[in-house]
């Protein structure tokens, strides 16, 4: 998983996604928790939509 993502977004991953632990994963769905409020916010805000392509490269389903 982690490389798929330094592949497609390598700056955002080395800034923003490394940070992030996975807390839950219930069928297809990934909780993830951040280091602070802001980077969780920012990463909703700003990043989102390449987490998701990110995620759907790795798993047709999302």
């Known amino acids: 998983m982690s490389q798929s993502l ?3 977004i390598s700056a955002a991953f ?3 996604f490394c940070h992030l632990t996975v807390s839950d994963i219930v ?3 990934w ?3 951040a280091p602070s409020p802001f980077a969780a916010n920012y990463i909703k805000t700003h990043l989102r939509d390449r987490l998701l392509v990110a ?3 790795v798993n047709r389903t999302v």
Do not use: T, Y
Request: hydrophobic share 55%; net charge negative.
């Open 6 to 8: 330094q592949e497609q």
């Open 14 to 16: 080395a800034a923003w």
């Open 27 to 29: 069928g297809d769905r």
């Open 31 to 33: 909780v993830f928790i």
């Open 55 to 57: 995620f759907s490269a």
